[in-house]
């Protein structure tokens, strides 16, 4: 499937917010919860979002994922992971959740990743 460049930005995107909410989740879950086998509820159509909670390495796909759509941006220019930790810092995520309809990253179920399904 071949990508425009407005869906490889908005697939980035998406991928971005997924990234951060999985990350942060599971960061809150192993402080809090260490141990103790807690299933959040997320209102998200496919499932998706659930399914990569399950996973162990969801940060990382999705990592790869997203440097996989830099690259196609950048002419197969790779990010380091240094440059992966700035891209993500300098995200607005602010206005990132507003141009997705989203008040905070709790509303990551909104997010259609129908795109994202097909390229797997």
């Known amino acids: 499937m071949k990508l425009t460049p407005k869906e490889v930005d908005e697939l980035q995107e998406k991928?971005?917010?997924?990234?951060?909410f999985i990350s942060q989740e599971k960061k809150?879950?192993?402080?809090?919860y260490q141990g103790i086998d807690v299933k959040k509820s997320i209102n998200d159509d496919q499932g998706m979002i659930s399914k990569l909670m399950e996973l162990d390495?969801?940060?990382e796909l999705l990592k790869n994922c997203i440097m996989e759509l830099e690259d196609?941006?950048?002419d197969g220019?790779?990010?380091t992971p240094a440059e992966f930790h700035?891209?993500?810092?300098?995200?607005?995520?602010q206005l990132l959740y507003k141009k997705y309809g989203m008040k905070t990253s709790e509303d990551v179920g909104k997010?259609?990743?129908e795109m994202f399904l097909e390229l797997l």
């Open 111 to 113: 997010l259609d990743l």
């Open 15 to 20: 991928l971005l917010i997924v990234h951060r």
């Open 57 to 59: 390495d969801a940060e």
């Open 72 to 74: 196609m941006k950048r």
């Open 86 to 93: 700035e891209f993500l810092i300098d995200q607005d995520w």
């Open 77 to 79: 220019q790779s990010f």
């Open 28 to 32: 809150f879950k192993s402080f809090y």
